[in-house]
């Protein structure tokens, strides 16, 4: 192939100085973003699987992020081993609850944009640059979540300035909230929020701050029909993230089994779970 003839990339490539990969994007290929397609009117929820519930707590080192594995569509059970913790970036996690399709998409961007944002500035971004680039990209979601596909995630991470696990939960609209302790969403998250407060406790290791997480994800399933608890015939179980200083990591499926089947052999001696000291 002669130089005339090799394919050239546009200028706006070979410009230094664009941080943002999704504004870069929207600028050039606009299309491509999953906000700026069309879409009929009326209400499209019950067109798509959704995706529930998710739960995080931190720890004196970390923090903890687990989700259940059922997506469902109305009434039916649209899938049953879903996915729906992801790393973000080598620090930091997020979760998804909402329209899975859409949220699965929004996680793909937010990963190509922190990649991004490091390769061009050669540091990664802070906590809290962090979590407003997901606001970002959630508020560019609203049209689509005025017509019943909204995404609704959780993101935590390990923040190196300040040495702690923080998390950051969202409204449909973008806005931004940071979590003390530990925090839920999804359609089972009333239930999930309401067994971490009396399970939870500031002293809780790594393996405790597991176990309680499990245990609300439990509470969550035994109450709400959209969240899907362990499966034990298909030895399907919530997927697990740890995050710290030294990173974070997705703990094995036979660690987070081995917890479950704990947590499973106390409800059945009892099946309301552990209770909260009355001191």
Known sequence: MSGSDSPRLAPAYMQPGVVSFTEFLGAQAPDLLPARR?????????????????????????????????????????QRDIEKVFPADEFSVVGIAGTAGLAVEM???????????????????????????????????????????????????????????????????????????????????????GSLKKLYRDTLDEQGCVAAALQALYDAADDDSATGGPDLTRRIFPVVHVVTADGGRRLPDEVVSEIADRVIAGRMRRPDGPVAELT
């Open 107 to 193: 996680v793909r961007l937010f990963q190509t944009e922190l990649e991004h944002y490091e390769k061009i500035e050669g540091t990664t971004l802070s906590m809290d640059g962090k979590a407003n680039r997901l606001a970002a990209l959630i508020r560019n979601n609203l049209g689509m979540a005025m017509q019943g596909l909204a995404v609704v995630p959780l993101f935590a991470g390990f923040d190196l300035a300040a040495s702690q696990g923080r998390i950051f939960s969202y409204d449909v609209t973008g806005g931004r909230y940071e979590e003390t302790a530990f925090h839920a969403v999804g359609s089972g998250s009333l239930f999930a929020r």
């Open 38 to 78: 069309g879409l009929p009117s009326g209400d499209a929820a019950g067109l798509a699987p959704h995706a529930t519930t998710i739960v995080a707590a931190t720890f004196e080192g970390g923090v903890v992020m687990a989700g259940d594995r059922r997506a469902t569509m109305g009434n039916i059970i649209a």
